[in-house]
């Protein structure tokens, strides 16, 4: 499908301005500038009660000017009004609805529909800066042998998706740098098809941590990462954001990711150690806050051996 037009799109409410608002991508010919066809992009968006923020994530989609993309929204049993906003855009996405299993589930299930040589993540209170897509399969066809493109990924507070932000992130992954932070983010990035051809899938048992944990696993399975900086998409931080309210299961499923770290034989021994390092930073963190049920968990396996 051929990405609509500003015009053909619902109108915004009077105080929507700017990008995806107003403002809208070139649209591209239908070839690339080389002659080469451009490659089919799916974007998978899991959501979950998101009625005040779903309709800018479609609208950054929707409006990339792109000759050949599927928006697949994986709607896990909102009971919000979140259906009423994605059904003014039903001539351009997909929805499919499911009970509520969780976002790593309802990932998997639009990652299993994608038909796609190209295919994004995109959260349901996050979105595309413009001529993201553009970029990403610009890279995709300048470096064919790479499997994953990240790019530029800024943060924000609530609804002002303006600068200062948060943080702006755009690096080269490394392991060595993925430890000590998440220099990738999905706001920002594309797979190739053959990750999940390879069976490469989100944990569905994973609430918190799933993308952490993926990024982890796509590198020690042997896929590589290239950095595009000029695709960039944002990350929303607000009041009700998973990432914004602590629980014991996010502290243990990051303590997990690294423990299994700990003792994966594909990772380089000096980085285990500094793995084990962090897991130590991690209990102390724990401990200072009084989080006693991971002081529990927690302990024992740092007496274990690597």
Known sequence: MRSPTLAMLPRPSA??????????????PEVTPNGQPW???SIVTPVYNQEGFIEETIRSVLLQGYPNYEHLIINDGSTDGTLTVIEKYLPWVKCVTQKNAG???ALNKGFKLAEGELIGW??????YGPDNFKEGALAAL???DYEVYNGTARGFWGTDSRPPWLFDVCEEFSQTSFLDRMCVMNQSMLFRRAVFERGVFVRDDLHYAMDGEYFWRLSLEGFRYKLVPSMIGYYRQHGAAKSTNFTVRGDLESYAILRDLCRDKRLDPALRRQVRSKMRLNLLRSFRKARRTVLKKLVPELIMPI
Do not use: C, H, R, V
């Open 15 to 28: 105080d929507k301005q700017g990008w995806p608002w107003t403002e809208e991508s070139p649209q591209l």
């Open 39 to 41: 490659p089919k992009i």
């Open 122 to 127: 995109q959260n349901s209170d996050d979105f």
């Open 142 to 144: 300048k470096y064919p």
């Open 103 to 105: 976002q790593s589930a």
